[in-house]
């Protein structure tokens, strides 16, 4: 990918992480009680004690979403950005634009939500 759309999509990226760490005040203040098994799962990912901390403070919903924003904005420093996770071709930029974190292509992202529809029941 070209390093200006890379810097379109950081830009988004950070603004996005913004928002949510707001969220994390919010639900610092007003959210407790959303612990559950998900967070050990999310604690060993999390790349960072920072991040984690952060993480353990959301809602499921945001949680989620700004761990993707947080691996995406490491993905930009990688290089690695744009790609898809499980089948290694570059994400649509269509795709990134409405979804800068997006993990996986289209037709991927389909099938690990299948599989994790399974796996939940
Ligand atoms: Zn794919």
New binding site residues.
């Given amino acids: 990918m070209k390093k200006d759309r890379l810097a379109h999509f950081k830009k988004h990226l950070l603004e996005k992480q913004r928002q949510l760490l707001e969220e994390v005040g919010k639900s610092a203040l007003y959210g407790k009680g959303h612990e559950d098994d998900s967070i050990k799962d999310l604690g060993d990912q999390a790349s960072t004690s920072y991040t984690r901390e952060f993480l353990f403070e959301l809602g499921n919903g945001d949680r989620r979403l700004l761990k993707e924003v947080t691996t995406a904005l490491q993905k930009i420093e990688e290089g690695s950005f744009g790609t898809?996770e499980?089948?290694g071709?570059p994400i649509a930029e269509k795709r990134l634009e409405a979804l800068p974190f997006a993990r996986?292509?289209i037709?991927?992202q389909r099938a690990v939500e299948e599989e994790e529809r399974m796996a939940t029941g």
Avoid: I, K
């Fill in positions: 898809c499980r089948c071709e996986y292509c037709g991927c």
